[in-house]
């Protein structure tokens, strides 16, 4: 069974930067990220495509939030800049077991088969 590990969560000023790590064990195709803010449904953040290794962004994290994979370790490494109390929420990590192809399919939750426990970050003003 493939487990999805994260870590690097925690409470930051507005303004700062977190690094998240999110390692899968057992063989994965995509990887993806994803939040959860207080009293609101889980939306997709970013991935990075299997098959390049090019990163993929919700709009609305564009040019503040970037995500890379080490391909050798199985760990995506989500980063976060210039963060803002609206950026608090639990944030998850999740792998596919197949190959996903369309960049409209690494958006989709359903599409995943592994998540990991998520975690807390907190934006204070």
């Known amino acids: 069974q493939v487990q999805v590990v994260e870590s690097g969560g925690g409470l930051v000023q507005a303004g700062g930067s977190l690094r998240l790590s999110c390692a899968a064990s057992g063989r994965t195709y995509a990887m993806g990220w994803f939040r959860q803010a207080p009293g609101k449904e889980r939306v997709f953040v970013g991935a990075?495509?299997?098959?390049?290794?090019?990163?993929i962004y919700a709009d609305s994290v564009k040019g503040q939030f970037t995500v890379t994979r080490d391909y050798a370790k199985n760990t995506l490494y989500p980063q976060m800049n210039n963060l803002k109390p609206e950026d608090t929420a639990v944030y998850f990590c999740?792998?596919?077991?197949?190959?996903?192809?369309?960049?409209?399919?690494?958006?989709?939750?359903?599409?995943?088969?592994?998540w990991g426990q998520g975690t807390q970050v907190t934006v204070s003003s």
């Open positions: 990075v495509a299997w098959s390049n290794g090019s990163a």
């Open positions: 999740s792998a596919s077991r197949r190959p996903l192809y369309s960049i409209d399919s690494y958006s989709a939750e359903n599409n995943y088969d592994y």
